[in-house]
């Protein structure tokens, strides 16, 4: 047998704590949940000053260390963002409470059979230096009866332990074990790559973050795996398009806020209504500066376009860059989206009914969106009142994941003598 | 980069060619595809001398080889296996289709979002050598839109290379791709390895089998993956148990098919009334001549056990042996399942609604029972018409998988110019 680190022993610790913590915490009411919640809430508020300090040290450390500025930016706590992250703490205190709801059936032999919502256990979150992450996470899965085990990014490690710190105070005030939030202030790699193989105590891990981080998480997790978040999305404008329709939806989906998942990377557009629309849309951008990647069709149009590499329509730029294609039907477009779509969001244009329907059907992706925006992929637009990230997988949950994602199957079987 | 073998290419052949033709079959209308699964039916059965003249090859090769009886047994076909077979398929083509269906919500701004099923895309299951396994599981997928690869176990090789030719004649004369079921017939291990190295074209792999090949699958596999199977079942008689109930559930739970995942294994008692049950137990296994593995306590009351060893609680037998332990209270007996569960199936029988309630709160597993058997977690007996196996995993499926287990999440949004 291998030797055990001492950072993975920290990591296995932690995790074995905080599963143990859930096997009671879990039968817990709604209302002592909730109850729970709000008092995280005031406690953080009452915590202000000590959480404001922790959070310089780790502004004071960023700047020191050349951070981009986008990410001083999420890094940054002041009173009114912490009394924002303690509204929405509220909200989810205010949200219908999943477990324990369900279908019951009976069977012929007398059987009562009911499939009711019951927690996962220990879910883990693996994210990036964003405060508000570690506060949304851990009431998004003590709503649900679960416990958590936080490991964000190192540059918020600080904020992190004074914001884990504060919560901790409120779950021992409502009689709870402190080991229901575990938090692994420990950064380095190895503590990720621990916190991956801990199949007995960790029944979900959660990776919010770069391409890189999903990449590891995927290839080497031996615990069960949520992907979220990876978006190469597409507009597509249909022949039949409106096309102001279509100007307001693209420039919507690429330059409301380039840098997040539901934006699109690429347009592709049908020849036959390419040369009135692409300059329309040119016109409509220009204020972002937008730079244009294109094929040999669209280039044509577009004078100061640079021609798309084949690197270019695989990639994911968060950024003011467009990849435009002139495609010569809705088949060839749905089979360039078949080709590149992470299958998260794709958009069509269109008048015709013919042509959204074979959208519907043949585009696989979570949210598929006829004269509409990518930009609406989320849990608090789709109503579901909070999101804990939008899945790129198949099982489990897919698109914007509210808190049933947070949740698995019991299946509760009441008789009376019943054999077979 | 790997030179990849032959029959990593032949495997990659396959899902390749499955995926793809899963694309323009996901969107079959109910109707065809059930028309498909009826002609399936009546194919295998035109086909029947083919067929039981390549399971006799099998059967041949399982004699010379010295394949013991029970498998052999689940490898013999005959006429009427056949047509139960065929007739199962009929039963898959009548019941109700999950893809399509869903919610629709309408947003405050107008967007209209329709929840809706859709099929998982390309399903792979590694399986043992059982030709009925084959056939259901194929159903089973294309019922829900979805392509299948299978990879039985070697020693049924002729019998399944023969259905799935058969099979793929159906698919050919209902105009569909005959890519749309893939058999591996290359069973060496190194085919299994490959299947679960496609992440590209493979949604889901689910492995159905011995503990050996789950845990393979789960440690090596790349594709995600469902766990089925692995049933250590407990089953706890509380001290206000009636004890005649508790021996008729016992008896059933324990005998009427040992080698199944959802018999029990351990049998705990409580201490009041252990003296007055155990024997009657006894008594009513004693045709089964059960072994009995028993803690000190339980080895004072049963004279026949030898003493149980640690592992011995941990074992799934899937033989007439069981482990007898004697707690003296609720709360032990719950410790006990928590610790040695696999999650699948745990039952109680007692007359007390609070020792109900805290069993059902906090013992974590699929199927929960209150006075009744074990042996009832199936699909079939939970009224969904046809399993595809019973998951062991919290996330996605847990308990029994009928066809919703085999569908994703899919968001149509249908809006009319809506940005964010």
Same mark, same amino acid.
């Given at each position: ?21 859930? &096997? ?85 032999? #007398? ?13 883990? @979150? ?95 997790? &031996? ?33 409301? &806020? ?129 999101? @804990? ?9 897919? #698109?914007?994941? #509210? ?18």
């Amino acid at each position: 047998m291998e030797q055990k680190t001492d950072i993975y022993l920290y990591v296995e610790n932690i995790c074995r704590a905080a599963k143990e913590a859930s &096997r009671a915490y879990g039968a817990t009411s709604t209302a002592k949940k909730n109850a729970l919640l709000c008092t995280m809430a005031d406690q953080l508020m009452a915590d202000v000053a000590d959480i404001l300090a922790a959070n310089q040290r780790d502004l004071d450390a960023a700047e020191e260390n050349g951070v981009p500025k986008a990410m001083m930016d999420r890094l940054k706590l002041d009173e009114k963002r912490l009394s924002g992250i303690c509204d929405a703490l509220r909200e989810v205190a205010a949200l219908p409470d999943p477990i324990g709801s369900g279908e019951r059936t009976v069977r012929p032999n #007398g059987l009562v059979i009911q499939h009711v919502r019951a927690p996962l256990g220990c879910v883990a @979150i693996i994210y990036e230096a964003r405060p508000n992450v570690t506060v949304d996470a851990a009431a998004l899965c003590l709503k649900t009866g679960n416990a958590v085990v936080l490991r964000g990014g190192k540059e918020a490690v600080h904020s992190g332990t004074a914001l884990v710190a504060s919560m901790k105070k409120a779950l021992v005030d409502n009689g709870f074990s402190p080991d229901l939030i575990g938090f692994i202030a420990q950064t380095d790699r190895a503590g990720a790559n621990a916190l991956m193989d801990m199949r007995r105590y960790v029944d979900v891990l959660m990776p919010r973050g770069g391409k890189g981080l999903i990449r590891a998480v995927v290839e080497n997790a &031996r615990v069960p795996v949520i992907e979220t978040g990876a978006g190469n999305c597409h507009l597509y404008v249909d022949e039949t398009a409106d096309l102001d329709m279509a100007v307001k939806v693209a420039v919507n989906a690429k330059c409301s &806020r380039p840098s997040v998942c539901n934006a699109i990377e690429t347009l592709l557009v049908h020849k036959a209504v390419a040369p009135a629309f692409l300059p329309m849309m040119a016109e409509a951008m220009a204020k972002w500066n937008v730079e244009y990647r294109c094929d040999e069709a669209a280039c044509a149009i577009l004078p100061s376009a640079k021609p798309a590499s084949d690197e270019d329509w695989d990639t994911e730029y968060n950024d003011y860059i467009l990849t435009v294609g002139v495609v010569d039907s809705i088949d060839a477009a749905i089979d360039h989206i078949t080709r590149y779509t992470t299958g998260h969001s794709e958009a069509i244009v269109t008048r015709s009914i013919e042509n959204a329907n074979a959208f519907r059907a043949r585009v696989d992706a979570a949210a598929v969106y006829v004269n509409a925006s990518t930009r609406f992929t989320d849990g608090g637009e789709f109503g579901f009142g909070a999101e @804990i990230g939008i899945s790129t997988q198949k099982l489990h949950a897919r #698109g914007p994941m #509210g808190l049933m994602a947070l949740t698995t199957d019991k299946y509760l079987i009441d008789g009376d003598g019943q054999v077979r």
